[in-house]
């Protein structure tokens, strides 16, 4: 008896330890990266090449669907335990060089070769299939994906994949996928500026209806379905009527993945095209991500958006002297510009002039204007000018315009605060205290 236990722990090892993943990548570069992921985003294995030829150390994956992320592409993989598989493809044209050998192959050729009708021309993934297959009416659509859904199950009925388990993994799988193509028939009308219908019926979306849409298993076990709804979710955010109702459909999602998932779906949408929705989305995404890492780069990405507009306001944005003269920030060409931001209610920022003129005097050898801009209501300007007149060291201007609009712009959450600018009205930092000892390194920094 103890010998057989023995002989059956040998066997169940080796099964659990003989999963093995090998990498040939062809046209990259040492130190390039690339990740294995859970279908959540989840980093499982992030790696740095050192070699063109290696073996993913440490693979122990239970069986399932993984995503191979390089840059902006994206593989789906589908990995057992006793899979011995090699993972080839080309850095320079990813999607239509993968090749697969050893345990596994077969599985995953396969789902390489489902990828393909999302490939454009130049082998680079989209959202959607090509243009003409959303050509004309519902009824029509719905013909062409009925066709293709019968391609794919004939593939899987075909006896070609022997492995069973997968087969019924996939057919659960594919049928979140025709879902969600139901789902982004709109989106793909949009997308090639398809004006033929209008919205999809309620007849076309009722199987929609009998899809659960927060299911933490479905959602970290099938493709289709993650996207899918994701998909939704999002589309119900897009639809709220207001920042409100936005906040209440993310705060409903109980599935924390599935969130993130939302969430990085509204980063997608982030576009100077749409600075309005840009920022309600970077809110919320602000206010409901657990990672600090995301909402950093989200913030990246909405200062990069929002600071395009500001580098126009350099000869938009208007302002007076204390004469009663109008002044635009682009009057004081090649110079760096440090806003510092007040208002003469503010008793801290009046204390802090003496600070500016320090700066002033420490930098006025460098290329480099202090201008304390004031946000003052314009009924406020008698207020205001007799403050400005008793500190005329540095540049003293009252904004004219907009306060909302002025502080939106620049992202000023608190004043005093600085603002520092390029010649051209770039942000290079809005967040500078003038009494800082970091601000004044900045500064040192700037001009080495």
Same mark, same amino acid.
């Given at each position: 008896?103890?010998? +057989?236990?023995?002989?059956? %722990?040998?066997?169940?090892?080796?099964?659990?330890?003989?999963?093995?993943?090998?990498?040939?990548?062809?046209?990259?570069?040492?130190?390039?990266?690339?990740?294995?992921?859970?279908?959540?985003?989840?980093?499982?294995?992030?790696? !740095?090449?050192?070699?063109?030829?290696?073996?993913?150390?440490?693979?122990?994956?239970?069986?399932?669907?993984?995503?191979?992320?390089?840059?902006?592409?994206?593989?789906?993989?589908?990995i057992r335990p006793e899979d011995e598989l090699t993972i080839n493809f080309d850095a320079q044209q990813f999607h239509n060089s993968l090749v697969f050998t050893g345990g596994g192959a077969d599985i995953n050729t396969y %789902?390489?070769?489902?990828?393909?009708?999302?490939l454009d021309e130049d082998g680079e993934q989209r959202d959607f299939?090509?243009?003409?297959?959303?050509?004309?009416?519902?009824?029509?659509?719905?013909?062409?994906?009925?066709?293709?859904?019968?391609? +794919?199950?004939?593939? %899987?009925?075909?006896?070609?994949?022997?492995? !069973?388990?997968?087969?019924?993994? !996939?057919?659960?799988?594919?049928? /979140?996928?025709?879902?969600?193509?139901?789902?982004?028939?709109?989106?793909?009308?949009?997308?090639?500026?398809?004006?033929?219908?209008?919205?999809?019926?309620?007849?076309?979306?009722?199987?929609?209806?009998?899809?659960?849409?927060d299911n933490e298993q479905l959602f970290n076990?099938? /493709?289709?379905?993650?996207?899918?709804?994701?998909?939704?979710?999002?589309?119900?955010?897009?639809?709220?009527?207001?920042?409100? /109702?936005?906040?209440?459909?993310?705060?409903?999602?109980?599935?924390?993945?599935?969130?993130?998932?939302?969430?990085?779906?509204l980063y997608q949408l982030m576009s100077r095209d749409t600075p309005e929705l840009?920022?309600?989305?970077?809110?919320?995404?602000?206010?409901?991500?657990?990672?600090?890492?995301f909402i950093a780069r989200a913030k990246n990405k909405y200062n990069r958006i929002r600071f395009v507009d500001a580098e126009k306001n350099i000869s938009k944005f208007k302002f007076i002297n204390d004469n009663g003269e109008g002044v635009k920030l682009s009057d004081y060409k090649d110079n760096y510009i440090f806003m510092n931001v007040w208002a003469s209610w503010c008793k801290p920022c009046v204390k802090d002039f003496k600070e500016v003129e320090k700066l002033n005097d420490e930098y006025h050898d460098k290329n480099i204007l202090f201008i304390n801009v004031s946000v003052d209501k314009k009924e406020n300007f008698e207020q205001w000018a007799a403050i400005a007149k008793e500190h005329k060291e540095a540049v003293q201007l009252l904004y004219q315009g907009s306060k909302v609009k002025f502080?939106?712009?620049?992202?000023?959450?608190?004043i005093p605060t600085g603002v520092l600018l390029t010649a051209e009205g770039k942000v290079i930092d809005n967040t500078l205290k003038v009494k800082s000892k970091k601000t004044r390194k900045f500064l040192d920094s700037l001009f080495e």
């Open positions: 008896m103890k010998r +057989l236990i023995t002989c059956f %722990l040998v066997i169940s090892a080796s099964v659990v330890f003989g999963q093995k993943i090998t990498f040939n990548i062809e046209n990259d570069s040492i130190g390039s990266k690339f990740s294995l992921r859970t279908l959540s985003n989840k980093v499982l294995h992030d790696v !740095e090449l050192k070699e063109f030829n290696f073996d993913l150390p440490d693979t122990n994956l239970e069986e399932g669907y993984y995503l191979l992320k390089k840059g902006e592409n994206e593989a789906l993989l589908y %789902l390489a070769n489902r990828n393909k009708v999302f299939y090509k243009e003409n297959f959303y050509e004309g009416n519902e009824q029509a659509y719905l013909r062409k994906i009925d066709g293709h859904y019968k391609e +794919l199950y004939g593939v %899987l009925f075909s006896g070609t994949l022997e492995d !069973e388990d997968f087969v019924n993994e !996939e057919m659960k799988n594919l049928q /979140y996928g025709y879902s969600l193509d139901l789902l982004k028939y709109e989106y793909a009308k949009e997308h090639y500026k398809i004006n033929d219908s209008i919205r999809p019926s309620k007849s076309f979306l009722e199987p929609l209806s009998r899809v659960h849409f076990k099938y /493709y289709e379905y993650t996207k899918l709804s994701i998909l939704k979710w999002r589309n119900d955010i897009e639809n709220a009527d207001n920042f409100g /109702y936005k906040q209440d459909i993310i705060s409903s999602i109980r599935t924390e993945s599935m969130k993130e998932g939302v969430l990085e779906s840009t920022k309600e989305y970077f809110d919320l995404i602000k206010a409901n991500s657990i990672s600090n890492e502080v939106n712009t620049y992202d000023i959450s608190a």
